[in-house]
């Protein structure tokens, strides 16, 4: 299967800054990618999709001001976190669809606000 | 609303024995079903695809698809404890915007 890598892997910030997660495709190229977060015991829940070039599309309530999403290239998507709050930290993981149903995920970051 | 429904669980089966693990979803246009295993502290990771009515076999794990009923399965056979881990059934809708709606997962613990 396709390779999906996430970085950083796990980040620690205090409240009120601003966090960066990147998330990349290694082998193939991917118009349409994806942004999840899971908190403990739950499952995933979609943020946002995102196709390159053009803005992302953010579900029902999850705010577009916080979560910015930057689908730069088609191995390329950031999503930073402006202005973290404890009620933000919780495991972000990124998807890429390689133009089929299949999924590719990458393997998570772990956001700890203080 | 898209839901997509997993028995809670957990689930406890011996080594060697069968898990079976069930879904279904609202969604009646849903045309594609996905089974991932997510071990705790890490991404899912995509077992089986289904997207036909009937059986789908790789290796140890069968998925099973009826869309009359709206149901979706995961059988593995022969467990190891290595198959401990969370299985989300995922379910993709009509349309071609490729997002899937995932069931909060059942926590399978296979005992030695």
């Known amino acids: 299967g396709a390779v999906v890598s996430q970085h950083p892997s796990r980040v620690i910030c205090k409240s009120g800054t601003s966090v960066k997660i990147e998330c990349r495709s290694l082998d193939f190229q991917a118009t349409t990618m994806f942004w999840y977060r899971q908190f403990p015991k739950q499952s995933l829940m979609l943020m946002a999709t995102?196709?390159?070039?053009?803005?992302?599309?953010?579900e029902q309530g999850v705010e577009k001001d916080k979560f910015l999403i930057n689908h730069a290239s088609l191995t390329l998507s950031t999503l930073t976190v402006t202005s973290a709050h404890p009620e933000d930290s919780s495991f972000y993981i990124c998807?890429?669809?390689?133009?089929?149903?299949?999924?590719?995920f990458g393997p998570g970051t772990r956001l700890t606000v203080l | 609303q898209k839901e997509v429904e997993q028995n809670s669980g957990p689930l406890s089966v011996p080594e060697g024995a069968i898990a079976s693990l069930n879904c279904t979803y609202s969604?009646?246009?849903?045309?594609?079903f996905f089974w991932y295993r997510q071990y705790s502290g890490k991404s899912p990771e995509l077992i089986m695809s289904?997207?036909?009515?009937g059986d789908k076999e790789d290796g140890r794990f069968t998925a099973q698809l009826n869309k009359a009923s709206q149901y979706v399965s995961l059988l593995i056979r022969d467990s190891q404890p290595s198959d401990s881990a969370t299985y989300l059934c995922?379910?993709?809708?009509?349309?071609?915007?490729?997002?899937?709606?995932f069931g909060k997962g059942t926590l399978l613990t296979v005992n030695p």
């Open positions: 995922a379910v993709k809708g009509g349309g071609s915007n490729y997002k899937l709606t």
């Open positions: 998807s890429f669809s390689d133009g089929t149903d299949t999924q590719y």
């Open positions: 995102s196709n390159e070039g053009s803005k992302a599309t953010y």
């Open positions: 289904i997207y036909s009515n």
């Open positions: 969604d009646r246009g849903s045309q594609s």
